[in-house]
C-alpha cells in the first residue's frame, strides 16, 4: 500500500478536510515535487506550506513513521533536506542525520482509491483496466503509447551499449552479439548471444571469403555440425567437421559450446539453432548485416536485402529489422548524439506492420488496435513492465481508471 501513498500524493489526491501536521501545523500542498525512482527522498523540490512558513525541499513517504528507522534514513545526510514525512500510520517520532526531528503528515488513502487499486491488483483478467480503455481519448491513449515506445527503445538500446562494453566499444562486435541473439528468436535467445561472443571475429574474417570455413567455424563453436545436415547430408557434415578441426587447430579454439547449451523441444523445424546458424554463416559471409550497411539502409526495401539469405521468411526478415535493426540505430544515434538516427530508428517502427500475437489481439478486444510495429513495442512495453507486474500506479491508462472511481 505504500506505492499507492506515493500515487495519492503525487497526484494531491488529497482529503477536503484541512491537513494538519501530528503537531498541529496546517499543511496547503503547493507542489509534491518531482518523483524520484532512484536513491534519495521520494520527492525533490517539492513546495510546502507549515504554518505560516514556505518550505522548498524533498519529501520522504512511507507506509509508517517507523520505516525512516527500518530504511536507516536517520544515517543518511541525503535525507537531511527532507522537509515532511507523509505516512499511512504514525508510530515514531522521526529524526534526520543532522538532528531534526521532521514534522509528520498522516494521510489518509480515499476509500474509492483504495477499492479501485484492489480491484486491479485481484483481477487475473488481461489487461486489467480493459473497462476503462474505450473511454480513453484516442489522442491520450497515443500520447502514452508514444512514451512507452521510447522508454522501450531506450531500455533495449542501453542492452546494445552494454554489449559494446563488454566488446571494448567495438560496435561491429555488439551489432554481430545483438543479431545473432535475435536469430533466437526468443527461446535460444541467451544461447545465441553466449555463442556470438565465443565467436572469434578477427579469425572468422581471415576466411571470410570461403562460406564453408565460416559455416564451419560457427557451427563448431555451437557444437552443432552434426545438426547441420541430415543422414542423407554426411559427406557434407563430414567436410565440415575436417574444416572445424583445421580452424580450431590454427586458432587453438577451445571455447565450445555443446547440443545441450540449445533448445530444439518446442522449436519449428525453421527456427533450429543449427539453420539459423547456418543463415548467419551466410550472412556473415556476404558483409550484408555489417553495422554500416544497417546503419546507412534508408528504408525498410534496403533493410529486408541487408537480411536477405535463404530460407529466412519476410516475416522473420521484419522481426529481425524490430529486434535488432531498431535498437542498434537508436542506440547508435544515443551514442553519437545524432537525433536524426533515433528518429529514423522510429521512422522504421512506423513503416512496418504491426506484431501479430495473443497480446496484441487481447489489446484489440478491450479497444486498442495497433497499427504498426511502434504501437505493438510500446503496448508489448505496456505488458511486460507495467501489466505483469501490477505496476498500475505509474501506467496512465491505470491512472484514468483510478479516476474513474472520482466521476
Known sequence: MERLLHYVWKHKILPLKPLLTEDGQEVEVIDPGLHNR????????????LGPTMWAGNVEVHLRSSDWYRHHHETDEAYNSVVLHVVGEVDAEVVTQDGKT????????????RLRYEELCRTEDYPRCHTVIPTIPPLKAHQWMDALLVERL???????AERVERTGGDWERATFVTLSRSFGFGLNGDAFERWAMRIPLSAAGKHRDD?????????????????????????RTERLRQEFAFLQHKFGLTDTMQQSDWSFLR?????????RIVQMAELYHSGRAQMS?????????ELHTCLQVRGMTAASR???????????????GRHASREDICQRAIRLLETLPAENNYIMRQWHECGLTALTAADSQALLQLKRQYCDRTDCLRCRFGYEYLKASRQ
Open 267 to 275: 522449436t519449428r523445424p525453421g527456427n533450429f539453432p543449427s539453420l
Open 293 to 301: 550497411r544497417l546503419v546507412e539502409a534508408k528504408n525498410v526495401e
Open 154 to 160: 531506450k531500455e533495449r538500446s542501453e542492452k546494445v
Open 318 to 332: 521484419r522481426l529481425l529489422i524490430i529486434n535488432t535493426v531498431v535498437p542498434l540505430l537508436f542506440a547508435y
Open 102 to 113: 521532521l514534522p509528520q503528515l498522516r494521510l489518509d488513502v480515499p476509500d474509492d482509491i
Open 38 to 49: 532512484n536513491q534519495g527522498p521520494d520527492f525533490f523540490n517539492a513546495k510546502i506550506k
Open 211 to 235: 562460406l564453408l570455413q565460416v559455416t564451419a567455424l560457427f557451427l563448431g563453436m555451437a557444437g552443432l555440425i552434426d545438426k547441420a545436415g541430415g543422414s542423407d547430408d554426411s559427406q
